[in-house]
């Protein structure tokens, strides 16, 4: 049993901080309301009428207070439906981050367990590269997570005139890293950035740049973005 999260962990988790909040923005727009169903052997998600490929990213025991990578799921080892979940248990090997290999979790040491679990869901859906998570109750003390795996799920955009509010949402989720997070955030955008001191310096699209500066702290002390006309 453990009762936090490894560093390697949440410098991973971190990375996909910022991104990962808006990218849940534009998942939750673009789902319609309506109940869901799954038909895992054909990887597909329905909700309220629309219909989306799917993998089964994990599933969270409430009653056991324990995590289980859908990778790792006995009856759903090997097939299709995990095939993405799969690459979550190889990057972890290769990154040495502990969580992402055990086939389970016990999270009953943490002080929010079922917290503990969203976060799991998260950094998964990062390293997965998917556009967002849906957690869903499964039947009585089981919630099921699925990532979207479908090219119609819209990617939410790098936007010069929200990135401060960005980043700073990013870094407030965890507050174990933010520079984590900032660095991150421009990786799932390709976007080149270089440290220079207390600042990372990031060149934006269109020829536009941004300076994130960091205090004594490690915490994100301003965000210039400087917008061509």
């Known amino acids: 049993m453990i009762s936090e999260f490894s560093e390697p962990f949440l ?48 599933t969270y025991d409430t009653d056991e207070r324990s995590w289980m990578w859908g990778w790792a799921n006995p009856g759903l080892r090997g097939s299709e ?48 590269e998917a556009p967002g998570y849906m ?31 960005t980043l700073l949402t990013g870094a407030g989720l965890i507050g174990h890293s933010a520079r984590h997070v900032v660095g991150g955030y421009f990786d799932h955008h390709g976007v080149p950035h270089r440290t220079e001191g207390d600042r990372i310096v990031a060149g934006l699209p269109g020829g536009n740049a941004a300076e994130v500066g960091f205090d004594a702290l490690g915490r994100i002390a301003g965000v210039e973005v400087k917008v061509l006309p």
């Open 135 to 165: 957690g869903l109750p499964a039947g009585p003390g089981t919630r099921v997570y699925f990532l979207p795996d479908d090219p119609r799920v819209p990617r939410a955009a790098l936007d010069p005139v929200t990135l401060p509010r």
């Open 81 to 128: 439906v995990v095939a993405l979940t799969a690459a979550i248990e190889r990057y972890g090997r290769a990154h040495g981050i502990p969580e992402l290999t055990a086939e389970a979790v016990d999270l009953s040491g943490f002080e929010d367990p079922r917290r503990a679990a969203e976060m799991l869901a998260f950094t998964g859906m990062g390293v997965a």
């Open 11 to 58: 410098l991973e988790a971190e990375r996909h901080a910022a991104w990962g909040a808006a990218q849940l923005e534009a998942l939750n727009a673009f789902l319609p309301d309506g109940p869901w169903s799954a038909d895992l052997p054909s990887c597909l998600y329905r909700q309220g009428g629309l219909e989306l490929r799917a993998a089964v990213l994990g």
